[in-house]
């Protein structure tokens, strides 16, 4: 394999990914990380980690500590997935992904490993990202978990700082069918003495983490008893403006982020609590990194997907949402946000549980029913079928882009455009 296209051929078709055929790629486990990393010379050794888990708002936490971090003058790698796009916004430095020839370099070098060790798909992108991270000599690097956490390939990290984000409902046939299971998983990233932030205080998961941090020994802090974020005014597909106000001092933060979801309140009482974490681990990250951090996190990462605006007159947002917690706020948003008319563009994947979710979308709605080209993509037909019996009308189309197309052909300039209910269908529009 001598040319990236080759490279990032035999990645998505050779390897087990799980963005692509689902359970038959996931491989719970650590050996095999731990393997090709000693085989690296334990790359993720040789800078500072955080480590981030959660059912929902992994990516926005992530991305907004990178360019807090970005801002105070830090080195930041980012580890994340799926992508949108390109392969390489899953491993990037300061905002730059990962190059070409990087990517054709690490897979030319290491090639005979591979068949030795057999990695998945994404075993193989961590160590990749750890040698890079390494490579580009990064001051710290944030790493989203692929899923769960005690038996994710990102758990052979030593963090200064763990975050687990909140939990809903999502791949629950590897994590667990209800959330104090799928809690004990997520619970796996904690350490020995590492402080890590819950981000949302839940009854049904609250005594799972407690008890984890007793048998770890570590610190605890649920990040909506330390902060709460206030809405001051909500630009339609501009963004928030926020009033983040201190529990324990009274402290007032204002703050804006183009990021635009009402979700994201949550997201920024956990980024805040992370901060105040890793201040007291010496980074020293000023109110200045803070502020200027959320208000250019897309200039700094490269961030898409979180209500991102795609065109106006009609208003078009498209949202990577795409399990019963975030669809619930997806309705909300939706609810609050002023239009003639709604339109939806809909698809899913079939390992997703459809009968929930629809239940959640407002049925005064015209719908665009669409498959993400993707093998795990649902049939438009099949979701038409099943959003007629939850109450929502519309019709099915071959392509994400097809459902758009027509969709803006049926609204007027004051009307509203959704695209949503999958990672996959927003990567075909962004």
């Not at 090709?36 to 888990?53: D, R, T, V, W």
């Not at 048998?215 to 909500?234: M, W």
């Not at 019963?324 to 079939?350: D, S, W």
């Amino acid at each position: 394999m001598s040319r990236y296209s080759e490279i990032i051929d035999f990645l998505f078709k050779q390897l087990p990914m799980f963005q692509h055929i689902g359970a038959g790629a996931y491989k719970p486990g650590l050996e095999t990380t731990y393997r090709m990393c000693e085989q690296l010379g334990n790359p993720q050794e040789k800078f500072k980690s955080i480590h981030i888990a959660g059912t929902n708002g992994k990516g926005s936490c992530s991305h907004l500590l990178a360019s807090i971090l970005q801002e105070k003058g830090y080195k930041t790698g980012l580890f994340t997935s799926p992508h949108l796009k390109d392969f390489r916004e899953r491993i990037k430095v300061n905002g730059s992904m990962i190059g070409k020839n990087e990517v054709v370099s690490f897979m030319k070098n290491y090639e005979k490993e591979y068949a030795v060790f057999k990695p998945s798909f994404f075993e193989l992108t961590f160590c990749m990202a750890m040698q890079h991270f390494r490579n580009k000599n990064v001051d710290i690097a944030i790493i989203e978990t692929g899923m769960g956490g005690r038996l994710d390939s990102t758990n052979i990290l030593n963090p200064i700082l763990g975050i687990i984000t909140n939990i809903s409902y999502d791949h629950m046939m590897f994590l667990g069918d209800t959330l104090a299971k799928i809690a004990a998983e997520k619970a796996g990233i904690m350490k020995p003495g590492m402080p890590v932030i819950i981000g949302e205080t839940q009854k049904e998961t609250k005594r799972v983490f407690l008890a984890k941090a007793k048998a770890t020994s570590g610190e605890l802090v649920f990040a909506d008893t330390c902060y709460e974020a206030l809405k001051r005014e909500s630009f339609v597909g501009k963004g928030l403006d926020m009033i983040v106000v201190s529990k324990q001092t009274g402290e007032a933060l204002q703050l804006s982020c183009p990021l635009g979801g009402y979700y994201q309140l949550k997201n920024v009482q956990t980024v805040l609590a992370a901060v105040a974490e890793l201040n007291k681990a010496g980074l020293r990250l000023s109110e200045t990194a803070i502020q200027y951090g959320f208000r250019k996190v897309i200039r700094n990462t490269g961030f898409k997907g979180r209500w991102q605006v795609l065109s106006r007159k009609p208003l078009t947002v498209c949202d990577t949402a795409h399990n019963e917690a975030g669809i619930r706020y997806i309705a909300e948003q939706l609810a609050a946000t002023p239009c003639n008319k709604l339109h939806i563009v809909f698809g899913m994947l079939e390992d997703k549980d459809s009968t929930k979710i629809l239940k959640l979308l407002p049925p005064r709605a015209t719908y665009y029913f669409c498959r993400p080209s993707i093998p795990r993509g649902r049939d438009a037909e099949m979701l038409r079928k099943q959003a007629l019996a939850a109450g929502l009308n519309g019709k099915a189309y071959e392509t994400v882009n097809m459902a758009l197309s027509a969709a803006r052909q049926h609204s007027g300039e004051d009307d509203l455009i959704f695209v949503g209910g999958s990672t996959f269908v927003v990567a075909e529009v962004v």
